[in-house]
C-alpha cells in the first residue's frame, strides 16, 4: 500500500512531461506521417506529379506523401473531380531572366 501511495506522484509528475518540453516519439512521428498525407494529396489535387512533390518537399516523409497522393487520386477518381491548377511553378520550368547585354542588343538590332 505503501508503494502504491509513493508511486502516484511519480505517475502525476510523468504524465505531464509535455508540459515540460520532452517530445513524445510516437506523437512526433504520427504527426509527420500525418503532415506527409496532406501535403501528398494537396500535391494530387494541384495536379503535380509525385516526383515533383518530393522536390518540392525533401523534408516530408517519402512514403507518407505517396500514400497521401494516392488516397486522393482514387478519391478524385471515384468523385469525377478536377484537379487544380497550381499556382507555384514546377520546378524546373521558371526561365532565368535574360541579360541586360541581350536586352540592349536585340532593340538595336532591330532598328537596322
Known amino acids: 500500500m505503501k508503494r502504491v501511495l509513493l508511486a502516484l506522484p511519480l505517475l502525476a509528475a510523468l504524465s505531464a512531461c509535455e508540459q515540460l518540453g520532452i517530445e513524445d516519439p510516437v506523437k512526433t512521428a504520427a504527426a509527420k506521417e500525418a503532415?506527409?498525407?496532406?501535403?501528398?494529396?494537396a500535391?494530387?489535387?494541384?495536379?503535380?506529379a509525385i516526383e515533383d512533390c518530393y522536390v518540392l518537399n525533401p523534408k516530408?516523409?517519402?512514403a507518407a506523401v505517396y500514400t497521401g497522393w494516392?488516397?486522393?487520386?482514387?478519391?478524385?477518381?471515384?468523385?469525377?473531380?478536377?484537379?487544380?491548377?497550381?499556382?507555384?511553378?514546377?520546378p524546373g520550368s521558371v526561365k532565368p531572366p535574360a541579360d541586360a547585354e541581350e536586352v540592349?542588343?536585340?532593340?538595336?538590332?532591330?532598328a537596322s
Open 35 to 41: 503532415e506527409g498525407k496532406a501535403i501528398g494529396s
Open 43 to 48: 500535391c494530387r489535387h494541384a495536379m503535380r
Open 60 to 62: 516530408a516523409q517519402k
Open 70 to 90: 494516392r488516397e486522393m487520386d482514387e478519391y478524385m477518381r471515384e468523385n469525377k473531380l478536377e484537379g487544380v491548377a497550381p499556382v507555384v511553378p514546377r
Open 104 to 110: 540592349e542588343t536585340k532593340p538595336a538590332a532591330k
